[in-house]
């Protein structure tokens, strides 16, 4: 079955620091791959996707992600985090005409 | 832009009561979802509907649950009778076709069950 893994419940970072976020599924052909992002009591905001092609995906909010199909990884990157970017993390796959399987979140902290 | 809208954003309810929420997806998006996000969970998908038709309602609780969307537009999510265990924030996503994968979501609506 479909599954994604978000290894990290809670990261912590300092302002102005890099961030990496991880993310691994698990599925037999290549799945489509998303992030999205959830402030406290709101939907989910797309960050970036990734279909097919380059696996170097960039997205909105200077976010960056790389699949990497012999590690079945999907990580989430961003040079420098600002304290706006404070919010919940979800990685999500899919299949062709299915919907959503999410992981269960990483909580991001931004300290001063 | 155009948006995902539900309401209502926040409902509070006692156990054994009927709730249902609403959704109006994005002018022109052929499917819809339905999700529930238990606090500290990832959303899970509850029903996914191809314009007027269920797609799949595998992981949708059908001695309680309902959802229907009757002109392949708008779609109503029912509880009756809640439980405690309902508590959660109920999401509604569109897409523009069953292979779009992209998918746009609402604010959901925030459900508690006293």
């Known amino acids: 079955a479909q599954s994604v893994t978000q290894p990290d419940i809670h990261i912590t970072v300092s302002e102005g620091a890099s961030l990496e976020l991880r993310c691994n599924y698990s599925?037999?052909?290549?799945?489509?791959l998303f992030w999205y992002v959830q402030s406290p009591g709101q939907g989910l905001q797309l960050l970036l996707k990734?279909?097919?092609?380059?696996?170097l995906v960039q997205g909105i909010k200077g976010f960056e992600a790389e699949f990497k199909r012999s590690q079945s990884s999907f990580n989430l990157r961003k040079p420098s985090v600002h304290w706006s970017d404070a919010a919940e993390y979800f990685c999500?796959?899919?299949?062709?005409?299915?919907?959503?399987?999410f992981g269960k979140g990483t909580t991001l902290s931004v300290s001063s | 832009e155009a948006e995902v809208a539900q309401s209502p954003r926040y409902k509070i309810t006692e156990k054994s009561q009927a709730v249902a929420f609403w959704c109006d997806p994005i002018?022109?998006?052929?499917?819809l979802y339905w999700y529930r996000q238990i606090l500290g969970q990832g959303p899970e998908l509850l029903v996914q509907?191809?314009?007027?038709?269920?797609?799949?309602d595998s992981q949708l609780p059908k001695d309680r649950f309902s959802a229907e969307r009757l002109k392949g537009v708008d779609s109503t999510l029912k509880i009756q009778p809640a439980e405690l265990g309902d508590s959660a924030m109920y999401l509604c996503?569109?897409?523009?076709?069953?292979?779009?994968?992209?998918?746009?979501f609402g604010p959901g609506t925030r459900l508690t069950v006293l």
């Open positions: 999500a796959s899919s299949r062709a005409g299915t919907a959503l399987i």
């Open positions: 599925y037999g052909a290549t799945p489509y």
């Open positions: 990734y279909f097919s092609g380059d696996t």
């Open positions: 002018s022109g998006h052929a499917t």
């Open positions: 509907f191809q314009d007027e038709s269920v797609v799949d």
């Open positions: 996503a569109s897409s523009y076709g069953r292979y779009n994968n992209e998918q746009f």
